[in-house]
């Protein structure tokens, strides 16, 4: 009678797990949509373009990226947040949209940590805090004793009051104990060109962004922002080998799904990511624009984001940082 009852049971159980089992192993059926909410050209676009058309070789099945840009990311993370959680309607987030923007607005529609499935990190994207080569200082050591000399008089610019270029420099003055002035600019373009003009004397900057104008000697490349050297840059020290023990800035990139996506569709999506990204041609493209390949699981990644979120929220409320 118990051999019977335990064999029933298991009957249900398949019965039950099977609609999930033929699911992981139709997906994915149809073309996937990936939300990238950001502007096209951008490095992350185009790494993120490198991964899926891997991707969708091994699947044999089309990832179409659509670029929906606006306010900072979040018209982009509010569709995916909405979209039936089928695997057929996944993301593309940096950090800035998850752990900055929610520490930045006082309403964001979406909850950064119980919105998304989490799939898989990407990339990080190393950072350098740059100089015109006019600047009385050729290292960290010399530009925080300039600062200590001449305390608010340095600007540095930004793409903006709270983007990634505000943050890394408010975490840089802050642990330098020095005073410095924030010059926002409306978009990262202009505030890199007025760098290199010497309008402005410095900023943190994407190292993919400004490496060619390093190696002309139009930029001086004061240190590295991550806890290693770039690649891009291996002469240069890090801000953490200068003196600043502590410091680390990078930003990320990551794949994530409607909440509720199941769990079937998100493994194979993490397997797959991971899968591309350890294709030697990948690596080699995504490291040859500054990018660290780190593909990881969900679980690495939740975590990841909850840590970054309290983080950029502790370097927010110390500086001050309001977005109007």
């Given at each position: 009678m118990?051999i019977h009852?335990?064999?029933g049971?298991?009957?249900c159980?398949?019965?039950a ?12 059926a ?15 676009d185009v ?11 091994n699947?044999g099945?089309?990832?179409?990226i659509?670029?929906q ?6 018209i ?5 947040m ?7 309607t996944?993301?593309?987030f940096n950090?800035?949209?998850l ?6 607005r006082?309403t ?15 990339a990080?994207?190393s950072w350098?805090?740059?100089?015109h ?8 050591t010399e ?25 890394a ?5 802050s ?5 410095l ?6 978009g ?6 007025d ?5 402005i004397?410095?900023m943190f900057?994407?190292t993919?962004t400004?490496?060619g104008?390093i190696?002309?000697g139009k930029?001086?490349a004061?240190a590295?922002?991550g ?7 291996p ?6 080998e ?14 994530f799904?409607?909440?509720a ?11 797959e990511?991971?899968r591309?990204l350890n294709?030697?041609?990948?690596r080699?493209?995504?490291t ?5 390949v780190?593909?990881s ?8 984001t909850k ?13 001050g940082i309001?977005?109007?």
């Amino acid at each position: 009678m118990k051999i019977h009852t335990s064999v029933g049971w298991l009957l249900c159980l398949f019965a039950a797990l099977a609609p999930w089992l033929a699911l992981a192993q139709s997906y994915p059926a149809r073309p996937v949509l990936m939300i990238m909410p950001l502007q096209g050209g951008s490095s992350l676009d185009v790494a993120i373009r490198i991964v899926t058309q891997k991707m969708s070789e091994n699947m044999g099945q089309q990832i179409v990226i659509e670029n929906q840009p606006g306010a900072a990311g979040m018209i982009g993370a509010e569709r995916v947040m909405r979209a039936a959680p089928d695997g057929y309607t996944l993301a593309m987030f940096n950090d800035s949209v998850l752990t900055m923007i929610p520490n930045l607005r006082k309403t964001v529609a979406y909850d950064p940590v119980r919105s998304f499935a989490p799939v898989s990190l990407v990339a990080n994207n190393s950072w350098v805090l740059i100089a015109h080569p006019s600047l009385l200082a050729k290292s960290v050591t010399e530009l925080i004793a300039l600062a200590k000399e001449r305390p608010g008089e340095l600007n540095y610019s930004s793409g903006g009051n709270g983007s990634p270029q505000h943050i890394a420099m408010e975490l840089f003055r802050s642990m330098a104990g020095i005073k410095l002035t924030h010059v926002p600019y409306k978009g990262t373009t202009q505030a890199t060109l007025d760098v290199i003009s010497g309008q402005i004397p410095m900023m943190f900057s994407g190292t993919n962004t400004v490496v060619g104008q390093i190696r002309e000697g139009k930029l001086r490349a004061l240190a590295a922002g991550g806890a290693k050297r770039s690649p891009l840059l291996p002469e240069v020290p890090t801000v953490a080998e200068s003196g600043l023990r502590d410091f680390e800035f990078t930003t990320w990139a990551a794949f994530f799904a409607p909440l509720a996506t199941p769990k079937e569709i998100v493994a194979r999506l993490n397997a797959e990511t991971a899968r591309a990204l350890n294709a030697p041609d990948v690596r080699d493209r995504l490291t040859a624009q500054g990018l660290e390949v780190a593909p990881s699981t969900p679980e690495h990644l939740s975590a990841l984001t909850k840590a970054r979120l309290e983080q950029m929220g502790r370097i927010i409320r110390d500086a001050g940082i309001v977005i109007e």
